[in-house]
């Protein structure tokens, strides 16, 4: 099935509206189609032809966005570069790709090509490397179906404002931040961009830019908050997903006056799987969400989560049809999908499973406590040991002993750490948000740390 080019629908439409807004200022969508064509056209000079592969590795900003937009007019795949990568990183990424290091010049070369575009459902857009948090990072080629169904999915989920100012902070080599692109240019609405995520600028950008939805990681919505945001006068949600949400975090925000819907996503399934409709959380709904109205959701017997429907990734599926997550999870009896960790992250102490996730939440739930991480480490006795590491809030530490009754008040005696760690610098985590547990297992294995007091030593319930 093939549909009209998506920049040209969206410059027809609405050819004065506003496409784009970032620090070089803002280009209508009559503007953004000129120069996606003339960069097309530079393109197509430079021996691109429909499906080869052209590297993008430009900080986010216009000349990504006008050089993402001439990939989609040509119909050539487009793989987003994340700059934080090394040299060879980028070239193993990069590989049998023309790469754009510089913004392209933008010349008339664009009379040359098709006055009508359409894009091929079941042709791939865009390559997108995960975030590698327990492996390498890996290819996932997306279509440009699937960003429509994703688009519409969370078009039904979240409501469209024909007004809609998407704010995205997040990197635009991952699924979520360069699925605000797509999506707005599908809606014909307008994508606020940041090259990266900093306090003040997101902070005025939402008191005095009329944001009506941004996508945040817990992270830096934690830091929003304590810069203190309150009701910011536009936002009609902040979607946050990228890793667990800790409860008393979407409480701080909800008394600030922002409304949090919950996502669960992965770059396979083309961003989001399920978001917390928005008429839910004037409810008090705190899960994951529902699964978009287009996918579909199961709980294996193991409970991990599988995903299929027209937003997965055609390779991504397995020979049963179902895209398996790694992750684990429940459905309540509404459909609700609540997250409760990484399949391949299970601790198996004592012959007891624990999931890292629902250890963390514990943890975060103490006053004293920032963020936490938990890890299995190798134990004679039990196999594993749970241990977690801990990072305090500015007011104080937390004392150890008394953390391990706050946890006792919480879990189930197996789940209570064995070891406890304090850490005076933020934990690893990928862009998206997502914590680096083979960075921290590699910090330990780098650093005997010295061993904690703790009153479930020798004890395994």
């Not at 592969?53 to 793989?79: D, E, K, N």
């Amino acid at each position: 099935m093939e549909v009209v080019g998506w920049l040209e629908r969206a410059a027809a439409s609405r050819p004065n509206g506003c496409a784009l807004s970032s620090q070089e200022g803002v280009l209508s969508y009559a503007q953004l189609l000129s120069m996606a064509r003339s960069a097309a056209g530079e393109l197509r000079a430079l021996g691109v032809a429909p499906e080869d592969r052209v590297a993008i590795a430009l900080p986010a900003g216009q000349s990504f966005v006008v050089t993402l937009h001439a990939c989609l007019l040509l119909g050539a795949v487009a793989v987003p570069v994340d700059l934080r990568l090394t040299t060879e990183e980028r070239k193993r990424i990069s590989a049998g790709a023309l790469i754009v290091e510089h913004p392209l010049a933008h010349q008339q070369r664009g009379d040359e090509l098709p006055t009508s575009v359409r894009h091929d459902l079941t042709k791939t857009a865009v390559i997108i490397h995960t975030s590698g948090t327990t492996s390498a990072p890996k290819p996932v080629e997306l279509t440009y179906g699937n960003f429509l169904w994703s688009a519409l999915g969370s078009a039904v989920a979240l409501g469209l404002d024909p007004e809609e100012r998407w704010l995205c902070t997040l990197p635009l080599s991952h699924v979520g931040g360069l699925s605000i692109l797509m999506r707005s240019a599908i809606y014909a609405t307008t994508a606020i961009l940041h090259e990266r995520f900093q306090v003040d600028a997101v902070l005025n950008a939402l008191r005095h830019e009329r944001v009506t939805l941004i996508s945040l990681v817990a992270t830096t919505l934690a830091r929003l908050l304590e810069a203190g945001l309150q009701r910011p006068p536009a936002l009609r949600c902040a979607l946050t997903g990228g890793g667990p949400v800790p409860a008393a975090l979407v409480r701080s925000a909800r008394q600030a006056g922002v409304t949090v819907s919950q996502t669960y996503g992965l770059t396979e399934a083309c961003s989001q799987v399920t978001t917390t409709p928005v008429a839910a959380l004037e409810a008090g709904v705190k899960d994951a969400g529902l699964a978009l109205f287009c996918t579909r959701l199961q709980i294996a017997p193991d409970d991990e989560i599988l995903i299929r429907g027209p937003t997965v990734a055609p390779a991504s599926s397995a020979a049963d049809g179902w895209l398996h997550t790694g992750d684990l999870g429940a459905l309540d009896e509404r459909g609700y999908l609540s997250v409760t960790g990484r399949k391949a992250e299970t601790i198996i102490t004592g012959g007891e499973n624990v999931t890292p996730a629902e250890v963390e939440a514990a943890l975060e739930t103490h006053p004293l406590v920032l963020e936490a991480a938990v890890i299995g480490r190798p134990d004679p006795r039990w196999g594993q040991a749970v241990t977690a590491i801990v990072v305090p809030r500015a007011e104080g530490e937390p004392d150890l002993r008394e953390l391990r009754e706050h946890c006792a008040g919480l879990l189930a005696p197996y789940k209570i750490p064995k070891l406890l760690l304090l850490e005076d610098r933020a934990l690893p985590r990928t862009a998206s948000g997502k914590l680096l547990r083979r960075e921290l297992t590699r910090r330990l294995d780098q650093a005997e740390a010295p061993r904690q007091p703790s009153d479930s030593d020798g004890q395994q319930p």
